[in-house]
């Protein structure tokens, strides 16, 4: 079922929810949100057509994802993501906004956003989060910055996009372990491919919760997620079918309790990419370089795998000096811009009030 949207800045224009499991829609969504994403972005990396199906089709318990898109003649123009968390941070939704490059200013992406406003009023959600990224010179300026501000957006904290190519020099990785190896005896250092002994699962849940709470998010407020083991295990099950592959190295203390951990994410081939996802360190075992020794684990495990891959992007605050100065050391460059917005609202209203920005801060 569709349902439609009338509010539209344009009388031309029409936006309507998308059927994802209608292969054709789907097909032109992605086609759309990838031009989108990857305009003028040589960094970008981007999802198959295969794994945005699956993201689309099949739903956790832990959100509710949906898709809209906005059409000119029966053309779709622009497309936007929006993603409900289900069991925490519930006044918060996560969302993206694209338009097809050759639409551009003509107040698709504008309509979009107000589209996301009439969704996040009906769901009771008053913060909306969301991500770019553009050049470093353009940071003050850049149109997309500009988009933002005139739809109710603001910065809330600027994150760096950072690559680091692919091989590591394994000399450079031996020193590093070497140089932490005497601050963590105390510590396992382990590494899984694809999921993790069951004994493991709990405490890795209870720490990867704390990301979003520990890791600098600006003027953003997150509460501690809910992930529990046989919610993590849906998530792995979706992984797995999306043709990702996960490589976790785990830091493990006395109790046999994991107290740091690190995710690298493999897309499926032809991607040659690698997307770190979260590090974290336990604040109460934190002064023992196991954010140094598990990302360079990690780096050595996809080493060992022989996958091919050139290159693994990131994303750090600015203000996440410790973590930067690890990736600095480990070879990692700076690229762009990943600003993260927010947009708030009155949900009983349905209007637009004082945004800041932000974007999901699960990257390091």
Known sequence: MTEAFTGCHRKDMDIRQVNVFDDSEIEHFHAVTERAEAFERPHHSGWSLDEAKIELRRQVPTERSEVWAAYVEGTMVGAMSLWFPLLDNLTKCWGDV???????????????????????????????????????????????????????????????????????????????????????????????????????????????????????????????????????????????????????????????????????????????????????????????????AVKVRNLQQLAAAGSGRTRVLTCNAETNHHMVDINVRLGFEAVEVAPMFELRIDATANERTEGVAQVSASTT
């Not at 989060?129 to 050049?135: F, I, L």
């Not at 070497?178 to 890795?204: K, Q």
């Open 98 to 292: 694209g338009v097809d490059p050759d639409h551009r200013r003509r107040g698709v992406g504008s309509a979009l956003v107000a589209q996301i406003v009439t969704r996040m009023a009906q769901d009771g959600r008053t913060t909306m989060v969301t991500e770019s990224a553009y050049p470093f010179d353009r940071r003050e300026d850049h149109p997309y910055l500009r988009f933002a501000e005139a739809n109710g957006f603001t910065v809330a904290i600027d994150e760096i996009r950072r690559i680091l190519p692919l091989p590591v020099d394994p000399t450079l990785l031996q020193t590093i372990a070497a140089e932490a190896a005497p601050h963590h005896t105390d510590y396992r250092i382990a590494s899984f491919v694809a999921s993790l002994p069951d004994e493991l699962v709990a405490s890795y849940c209870a720490l990867s919760n704390q990301l979003g709470v520990d890791a600098p998010t600006g003027d953003v407020d997150f509460e501690a997620e809910s992930m529990t083991p046989e919610l993590w295990l849906e998530h792995v099950a979706k992984e797995k079918e999306m043709g990702r592959t996960r490589l976790s190295t785990l830091a493990i203390d006395g109790t046999g309790t994991a107290v740091a951990y690190t995710d690298l994410i493999l897309p499926p081939e032809p991607n040659a990419d690698v997307w770190q996802w979260g590090t974290l360190v336990h604040r109460e075992h934190r002064g023992h370089r196991l954010g140094t």
